[in-house]
Every structure is written in C-alpha cells, then in structure tokens.
C-alpha cells in the first residue's frame, strides 16, 4: 500500500509548492476562515497548514489518510458536477507516504483533539492531543524516504518562490481567507481576510501598485441575445491596459469556477482581444474569472488539476475575446 501510495504521490507531488497547495485546497473544503502556512528551508524541512475548519473527528483520523476514502463524493452525479477543490482522495496517503506526517485535528462541536502520525507511509495510533477547532497537518523531511525525488529538488529560494507563487494565485481567488505564512520562523507574508470580492487592495498587494492602477474592471455575463450566445458565460476581473504590458507572461490568472487553470485557448482568447494594441512579444496582465455551469467544464484532466476540457471550448474562445475586446475598445473611445 505504501508503494501505491508512493507512485501516487509521484503523479501529484512533485515539490513542497504541491504539499501546500493540497493541504490548504482540503483546509479550503473544510470551510476554513484562517489558514496559517508555516515553513522551513523552503517546504523541504517542514510544511504545516493549520486551519479552523470543521476539523476530523478522532476516529474518522485514519479514514483520512486511506486511499480513495475522500469524504467529499457522495454520489456520482457529484463527481460530475464537483463544487470542491480536491475529491479523488489520494493527497493526504500520498504526501504521508513520502514524508513524516502528522494529522491533528478538533471536530467542531467535539470536546477533545487527537493527533495520527504516519512516518513514510507506516501509520501509527490515535493519540489525544490539545488543538483547537480545525486541522493542523504537519509534513516533515519531504522524501525522505524516496532520494531519487529528493535529489530533484531545488534551492531552499527556488522552492519558497513555487510555493509564493501559488499561494499568490489563491489569494487572488480568495479574499475571503486570511492567510499567514512564516518561513524559517519568521513571519513572511500576510493576506488579511478582505471581503467577499476581489479588492483592489489584494490586487495591489498581489500584482503591484502599477498594475492595479492600470486595471481595468471587466464583468460580463453572456445573455441569450449575446451575438454567438455566451449564454450562462461569465467573465470577470481585471485586464491591464495595453500601456501596461510586460515582457513575460508572469502576471496572468486565470480562473475557471475559481480554480487557477493553465487553458491556451482561453490564453490565445485574451492575446487576441489585445492583439491590435501590443507589440509583437509582449504580454497582456490579467486577473480573470470565467464561471460557467460545472458540467460544461471537465476538471479531472490532470491529476494536479492545472488545466481543463470544455465542452465547447470554440464559443467559449469567442465569449472571452468579445467581452475584452469590447471592454478594451471601450478604453480607446
Ligand atoms: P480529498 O481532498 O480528495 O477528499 P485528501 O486525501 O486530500 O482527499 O483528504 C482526505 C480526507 O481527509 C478529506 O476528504 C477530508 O474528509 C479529510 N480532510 C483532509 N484535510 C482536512 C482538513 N484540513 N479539514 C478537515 N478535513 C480534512
Ligand atoms: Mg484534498
């Protein structure tokens, strides 16, 4: 089983930025208002999310770090049209096997803690431990057990900076969450919970103050008389003006039903709408949520979850390049 999960873990972690993101999509279903992210050496020595989330009863504990035991399908229609962020049940056997892992957790409406540790996938007994309400999963010495992934790993800054990188993308998505990272024990960096949209405050803090004033407020739905029907189509965010372009595509979020997801098309889209006003070589910024009907999305395309199929990917192309090219033109009049 241990093997099992070791290969697992080879499709889906491949670094401490991987580590973090699970734990903290799982802290995210467990409805968590405050996510702490504690570091050391760049995720290698140490990753620890704690949230205050619903928590895991005690006896539910192993339940947790078992294959496949997701606790978030109930039913197939469901997997179809999946809300969550993670459900195949595979991160948490996955990261234990590949490190020295401890889960600790409260249930809400539960009097007492308990904690389970796992070292390299053999998993030892429940043990009562204080914790308040939420979940603490600790992750020590990634790879410790498996040399030739560890001997893929890169600089303690390298990692930091993959790790950085994602958590920025969530914070986009999500300024509802606070989120509080310390690395090597210092207090690194602070996103305070904002409010239930995107503030121009976290998209500063995100992406820079020229950016954010260069943004322009993009928000459209498709309606049925919409020329080409991006009927049940939303797109909303932040486009930069063309003024404001860069040289890299390192300033470009996007986000379908609030997952950040890689889509060339979808890319190709945007670059299009601004294709008249860049110069060859240069790079739209962008902060954009596309929401449509779940099941006009498949997200189970790569066990990471980076990118996605659509069912009609053309009038989705379309949708995306009217709207900002409207929204652009609108800029120039
Ligand atoms: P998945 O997220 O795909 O269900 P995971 O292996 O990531 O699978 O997690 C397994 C299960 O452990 C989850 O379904 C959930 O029930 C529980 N769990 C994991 N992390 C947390 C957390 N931070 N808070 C509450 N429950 C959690
Ligand atoms: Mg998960």
Not at 63 to 74: E, G, N, P, V
Not at 163 to 170: F, V
Not at 188 to 214: C, I
Not at 261 to 271: E, F, G, L, N, Q
């Amino acid at each position: 089983d241990t093997l099992i999960n070791q290969i697992a873990a080879g499709e889906v972690i491949e670094r401490p930025a991987s580590v973090v993101k699970e734990l903290v999509e799982n802290a995210l279903d467990a409805g968590a208002r405050r996510i702490d992210i504690d570091l050391e050496e760049g995720g290698v020595r140490l990753i620890r999310i704690r949230d205050d989330g619903g928590g895991i009863a005690a006896d539910e504990l192993p339940l947790a770090i078992q294959r496949h035991a997701t606790s978030k399908i109930a039913s197939l229609d469901d997997l179809e049209g999946v809300a969550t962020l993670g459900f195949r049940g595979e991160a948490l056997p996955s990261i234990a096997s590949v490190s020295r892992f401890a889960l600790t957790s409260r249930r809400i409406g539960n009097d007492h803690a308990a904690t389970l540790d796992v070292e390299g996938g053999r998993i030892g007994s429940i043990v009562p431990k204080p914790h308040p309400q939420g979940t603490t999963v600790e992750v020590r010495d990634l790879f410790f057990n498996v040399p030739a992934r560890r001997k893929f790993l890169k600089a303690e800054r390298t990692e930091l900076g993959h790790i950085e990188e994602w958590l920025r993308q969530l914070a986009l998505a999500r300024p509802d969450v606070e989120l509080r990272v310390s690395h090597n024990g210092k207090p690194s960096r602070r996103w305070k919970g904002e409010g239930d949209l995107l503030s121009e405050v976290r998209l500063h803090e995100a992406l820079g103050e020229e950016f954010a004033r260069n943004a322009l407020r993009v928000d459209h739905a498709g309606g049925a008389h919409t020329e080409g029907s991006g009927q049940g189509l939303r797109l909303h965010g932040w486009i930069a003006q063309p003024a404001y372009n860069r040289a890299s595509a390192d300033q470009q979020y996007l986000y379908v039903n609030g997952r950040a997801v890689r889509d060339r098309s979808i890319a190709h889209a945007i670059k299009q709408a601004y294709a008249d006003v860049l110069f060859h070589g240069r790079q739209p910024a962008y902060v954009l949520f596309l929401e449509l009907d779940p099941r006009r999305v498949d997200v189970n395309v790569h066990p990471a979850k980076h990118e996605v199929r659509f069912r009609d990917a053309r009038l989705i192309h379309d949708f995306v390049y009217r709207t900002l090219q409207s929204a652009l033109a609108e800029t120039r009049a």
